[in-house]
């Protein structure tokens, strides 16, 4: 079993499996790649969480905040105190005194992404955060 990296589902996300050649591939319910099969039974299977997965997942958030010196190392020991691991982190200044971070987490799923979500919501110069493929997926829920 496979998880895909369209929509990169974590533990607790809604997920429905995908048969393919190279076996079940686990996507997210909602993921916009499976829109159009997920109805098909010969295409798609309902699939849960194994209650005890050790391992973790990649996941991605989208921070935006005010520019602010130290804000990125407040953050990051925010992350790893909360025992998330860092995959990547891509900075992109915005427009005056804006900044848009972009963060992978590793994370073992939902409850602990969203524990850390609220802890850095507390941060001062923190105005929003979300996880990228959540947003994606409305979207695409939205267009269809
Ligand atoms: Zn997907």
Known sequence: ???????????????????????????????????????????????????????????????????????????????TSSAINIESINTQELDLGHIEFTLTLQVKGRDQLATLIRKLKTLKNILSIHRIHDQEMRQAKTLH
């Not at 996507?27 to 194994?50: A, G, M, Y």
């Open 1 to 79: 079993m496979n998880y895909a990296t369209c929509c990169k589902p974590i533990p607790g996300d809604s997920v429905i499996g995908h048969f393919t050649s190279s076996g079940l591939v686990v996507h997210q319910e909602r993921c916009k790649n499976i829109l159009s099969v997920r109805e098909d039974p010969t295409q798609c299977f309902p699939v849960n969480w194994h209650e005890k997965l050790d391992r973790e997942f990649s996941t991605d958030i989208k921070i935006l905040a005010s520019d602010e010196t130290g804000l990125l190392a407040t953050m990051a020991s925010a992350i």
